[in-house]
């Protein structure tokens, strides 16, 4: 039997990890081995799950040091209870009793280091090349919200968070499984980072007045909620002109199949234009977000694997 204080941090710990959010990274590696697979007709699980295994610690870890910054701040008890959706105020696990500041701090130390180590491993037994990848992924995970460079708190979270969400898991997944990397995976990488920061953005309309006060300058906080939503339309927009321009420059049209999330993408915009400042009717535009990258990413990976199964 679990003594009390063993379940509060165990049930902490899986509060900060989140697994419901792994689809973030799920989504870009499994489009990034489905091109791989497609280019090169075979594929690693072993190294696959490596990979996954490597990335989701390293996820843990940021979430588990960006917990500790935000309470230390006050963004995450700046948020007032009319406030509170379950897009805003963190993880929440220190707010809620289950995690000290501490045991935040030690759970992002440990699962960077061992998502660190588990990425030297690929390093030096399979893909040297992908170092460089992985040494950007833990810096951004490590600095996203620690000084010096505290990206999300200086605007530039969003394309942090775009960026590794698309072109480095994408092409560091690809880059393990062929020992190469193509302009395909590079150009289909981003729209996954146009969308998944485009999850961040709508997200952070419902912990505006607490990024504010906590002096947490993200895009939002900077431009405003009304200005924020043209942003929040550009990137969806901007999400699928590179899928058109992939589909015709690689004439594989099956990647036009994730047009048809563009409705769900138009339903987000009309919603976020018209209730920017009614987070209950807000929280709409945030589902409907999510689903377009869910959606975007399954039908990416059809698109990248049907052709092999027409031929």
Request: aromatic content about 14%.
């Amino acid at each position: 039997m679990l003594s009390c204080d063993s379940k509060r941090f165990w049930e902490g710990f899986w509060q900060i990890s989140d697994p419901k959010i792994w689809i973030a990274s799920t989504i870009p590696m499994a489009v990034g081995a489905s091109v791989a697979y497609s280019h090169l007709g075979s594929f690693s699980w072993y190294w696959f799950l490596v990979g996954v295994v490597a990335i989701y610690l390293l996820e843990i870890g940021k979430n588990a040091i960006n917990e500790y910054i935000d309470f230390l701040s006050g963004v995450d008890r700046f948020v007032i209870p009319d406030k509170r959706t379950p897009f805003s105020g963190g993880k929440k696990t220190i707010i809620d009793g289950k995690l000290t500041l501490k045991e935040n701090l030690l759970i992002g130390a440990v699962t960077i280091t061992a998502g660190s180590l588990l990425g030297l491993y690929v390093v030096f037994h399979r893909e040297f090349a992908v170092l460089w990848i992985g040494l950007a992924g833990v810096f951004f995970a490590l600095f996203y919200s620690l000084p010096p460079f505290k990206f999300a708190y200086r605007g530039l979270g969003e394309a942090v968070v775009g960026f590794t969400f698309g072109p480095l898991i994408t092409t560091g997944t690809y880059l393990v499984q062929t020992h190469t990397i193509s302009t395909e995976v590079i150009v289909a990488s981003l729209p996954l980072g146009f969308i998944i920061a485009n999850v961040l953005w709508i997200n952070q309309y419902p912990d505006y007045e607490a990024d504010l006060k906590g002096g947490k300058m993200n895009g939002v906080v900077r431009l405003g909620k009304e200005k924020g939503v043209v942003v929040f339309a550009a990137l969806f927009g901007l999400a699928y002109l590179v899928l058109l321009t992939l589909a015709l420059v690689s004439e594989n049209f099956l990647w036009l199949l994730p047009f048809i999330s563009l409705p769900l993408a138009v339903r987000a915009v009309k919603v976020a234009r018209r209730h920017f400042d009614n987070i209950p009717r807000l929280i709409e535009a945030n589902a409907k977000t999510i689903q377009v990258y869910q959606l975007t990413g399954l039908t990416m990976i059809a698109a990248a694997l049907l052709p092999l199964l027409l031929e």
